[in-house]
């Protein structure tokens, strides 16, 4: 599958569609997935298809644009089913049921916890230093905490590069989703 079949299947996945054109979407997507490769070219021993996934996954499961904390655990039930579509076939033609469950469960454990847990394993270490890499949408270097940085000798390098990623696929929120989130009210005392 590339790529612009895999953001389509999870756009059309994102619990709030209007997300697939903001800042948590499909750009954001695109570029953590592209620097997600760049790192992992990096890092030995990395499963190229639970970085791919749980990169482009990692914010299916948002419901606004401002503080949602519980996303990626919404996410991962919805990152598992697009996986699953992909995988699932596959595993059974090739016996490879086990493998796959592996697969699965590696990428559903990162989306779930991408914005709330340390990093403890390759593929997640690659995701959270890309995702924080694209975090130059909202201010350029500045808004890069490089002590966050699961592997800052990969990723601080690759800062300028973000940059102009970002400068290749600016972010650009359509006038809906500006409205959208104007009228967004989030209830106080609510889990985010």
């Not at 086990?98 to 779930?112: A, E, F, R, Y």
Request: net charge neutral.
């Amino acid at each position: 599958m590339n790529l612009d079949a895999m953001v389509e299947a999870v756009a059309e996945q994102a619990i709030w569609t209007g997300l697939a054109s903001g800042v948590y979407g499909d750009a954001h997507w695109r570029r953590t997935f592209k620097l997600s490769e760049m790192i992992m070219k990096q890092v030995t021993g990395a499963h190229n298809a639970i970085v791919a996934y749980a990169a482009l996954c990692h914010d299916i499961g948002r419901v606004n644009h401002a503080n949602d904390r519980m996303h990626g655990y919404r996410g991962a039930a919805i990152a598992l089913r697009i996986v699953g579509n992909t995988y699932a076939n596959m595993a059974l033609n090739d016996n490879q049921l086990h493998g796959t469950m592996v697969i699965m469960g590696k990428i559903q454990d990162i989306v779930s916890r991408h914005c709330v847990s340390a990093p403890d394993y390759d593929e997640f270490r690659i995701v959270h230093d890309a995702n924080i890499l694209d975090r130059v949408r909202f201010g350029g270097k500045s808004s890069i905490d490089v002590k966050k940085f699961a592997l800052p000798d990969i990723s601080i390098p690759l800062i300028d590069v973000a940059i102009e990623l970002l400068e290749e696929e600016p972010v650009v929120e359509p006038p809906q989703v500006i409205q959208a989130k104007s009228k967004l009210i989030i209830p106080k005392g609510r889990p985010r």
